[in-house]
């Protein structure tokens, strides 16, 4: 089965379950796409990664009442009239309908998502398709686990703050991890469309060889996928110290659900999952779990990012629930298998390196810590805009600064916008 570019899926099951309900069930409800901005035209399509089959456009009746609305944004419209246009093309009578916008609202992708095709127990099954699955409990644990960790991956995790993107960055490892380990990775990875795999995507993904560290400025959420890398930062590791089948044995299996578990990934990319001022709480208090966990370790076989690893996978697996708000249960799921994979790593490869190493800290990064401390003792609300106003070092310095002191577990950001302190 060919693997379809986006733009040009029409059988109905390599769609997702919300753009089927676009397409069949929803009227006049979309994602809205510019024809003739300048003068109000618009299509509504079944979802940002796939063009409407209707002959038809939207136009907004009068500006005055009406105002334009954001590309790229789940609408529903309220028509006012209909007017179908004739034109005759090679001898050809082609229509269109036209309907007049008098007002529209934006509605939540939550509510339009079904499950139609598969479901997140079957889109799990999948990432674990390669491997041989045996049949004591540690071994289904363990790659139970190891599927978890690649269709977080795969779902990534939504933008929480302006200034930092959303995503999760993995590195693929071993005893003597081999070139057949990676491409076994990249099989499954695969269900990512390739359209992702252009800077210019809203949603980026790519897998390195190397320690470069892309970060595209139209990427709202960034996904990196590292080949036995260990100097960058990584949220999860994916220690891949199992037994697969031969590729003959799961190639038709693993082409035949490709399309079903794109469908599958590419709703779970509509969510944009929402951490309560409560369950920021318990987030605070997960940090020092992690940190206690790094400072026992004291060699790591990678470099951990520490202050963003709790938020990063809490989304990531309410996305993978389809729900619009993390939930404690997440938060549970995201930081015991991080520590279940992350003790794996580190019986798999022995050769770690120290934390003092890893996380050594810059002059610049020591002096913002000291006055971001300073700051926060005299009672000075810690966002960005305040850093900058207050800070000593040179300006285009403290965003780089403080992303490092994130990773390397000595703040972390709020969803509030505000900066924590990790007093370790």
């Known amino acids: 089965m060919a693997n379809v570019p986006l733009k040009n899926r029409m059988y109905g099951y390599e769609l997702s379950g919300s753009e089927y309900q676009l397409i069949f069930e929803k009227d006049n409800m979309g994602y809205v796409s510019y024809t003739d901005k300048k003068n109000g035209i618009f299509c509504l399509d079944p979802s940002t990664f796939l063009n409407t089959p209707r002959n038809e456009i939207y136009v907004i009746k009068d500006r005055r009442t009406c105002d334009l609305p954001p590309k790229g944004e789940l609408i529903e419209t309220t028509v006012s009239e209909t007017e179908r246009f004739d034109d005759v093309v090679n001898n050809e009578i082609h229509s269109i309908m036209i309907n007049y916008v008098s007002g529209w609202q ?18 799990l099954d999948y990432m674990a398709i ?16 190891i599927a978890f960790a690649m269709g977080l991956y795969c779902v990534s995790s939504p933008q929480l703050f302006d200034f930092e993107p959303g995503g999760i960055n993995t590195i693929v490892m071993g005893k003597d991890v081999g070139r057949s380990d990676w491409n076994i990775f990249k099989r499954v990875a695969n269900v990512v469309p390739k359209e992702f795999r252009n800077s210019t995507s809203r949603n980026f993904y790519t897998y390195l060889e190397t320690s470069e560290q892309p970060c595209p400025v139209n990427s709202t959420e960034v996904n990196l996928a590292y080949f036995n890398i260990k100097e960058v930062p990584i949220h999860i590791p994916l220690p891949l110290d199992v037994e697969f089948r031969s590729y003959l044995s799961y190639k038709d299996e693993l082409t035949d659900s490709l399309p079903l578990a794109r469908g599958f990934m590419l709703d779970a990319l509509l969510f944009k999952p929402k951490i309560s001022d409560k369950l920021q709480r318990r987030i605070d208090e997960a940090m020092y779990f992690v940190m206690e966990e790094i ?27 389809t729900k619009a708000n993390a939930t404690l249960e997440n938060l549970n799921e995201g930081k015991f298998l991080w520590a279940d994979l992350m003790t ?31 700051l926060n003792e005299i009672g000075v609300i810690l966002t960005i805009e305040n850093i900058k106003k207050h800070t000593k070092i040179p300006e285009w310095e403290v965003e780089k600064s403080l992303k490092r002191l994130s990773t390397s577990g000595y703040i972390y950001y709020k969803c509030d916008g505000t900066i924590g302190i990790i007093e370790f």
């Not at 079904?114 to 889109?123: T, W």
């Open 295 to 321: 400072v026992h370790a004291d060699a790591l076989p990678y470099q951990q990012d520490i202050g963003s690893v709790i938020p990063k996978l809490t989304t990531a697996f309410a996305r993978l629930d």
């Open 130 to 145: 390669p491997f041989a699955k045996k049949s004591s409990k540690e071994e289904k644990y363990y790659w139970e686990d």
């Open 106 to 123: 934006f509605v939540d992708p939550n509510e339009i998502r079904s499950n139609r095709l598969m479901n997140k127990e079957e889109f």
């Open 344 to 374: 794996r790593a580190k019986h798999v490869v022995t050769a770690g390196v120290d934390i003092n190493e890893l996380y050594r800290q810059t002059p610049y990064e020591i002096r913002l810590l000291g006055e971001l401390k300073e």
